[in-house]
Nanobody
């Protein structure tokens, strides 16, 4: 069983930055893609960013140009650098691992972290 643990969330003012980390552990790592999703209170979980083959990246339109996803394969870690944060970015951010490269669909990811809260104040 793969285990994902997010860290780096917190409270930041609008315009600030945070870097989220997701460390993967376990005897096997079956995913070919890593993704970040977020869920605000009362809303559906939405796609944020994904990376496959440690090279190909895709972003939701709402974060493109502000967020950057990257990986450190040697450490089995995926990062989400969030710049120019806005209050609407406030959500619980989840790291996920899946076997479908470039997937933007939560159902296509098989491993999930517990989430880390990101709160952006105005």
């Amino acid at each position: 069983q793969e285990q994902l643990v997010e860290s780096g969330g917190g409270l930041v003012q609008a315009g600030g930055s945070l870097r989220l980390s997701c460390a993967a552990s376990g005897r096997t790592f079956s995913s070919y893609a890593m993704g970040w999703f977020r869920q605000a209170p009362g809303k559906e979980r939405e796609f944020v960013a994904t990376i496959s083959w440690s090279v190909s990246t895709y972003y939701a339109d709402s974060v493109k140009g502000r967020f950057t996803i990257s990986t450190d394969s040697a450490k089995n870690t995926v990062y989400l650098r969030m710049n120019s944060l806005k209050p609407e970015d406030t959500a619980v951010y989840y790291c996920a691992a899946g076997r479908v490269a470039g997937s933007r669909t939560p159902g296509e990811y098989v491993y999930w972290g517990q989430g880390t809260q990101v709160t952006v104040s105005s």
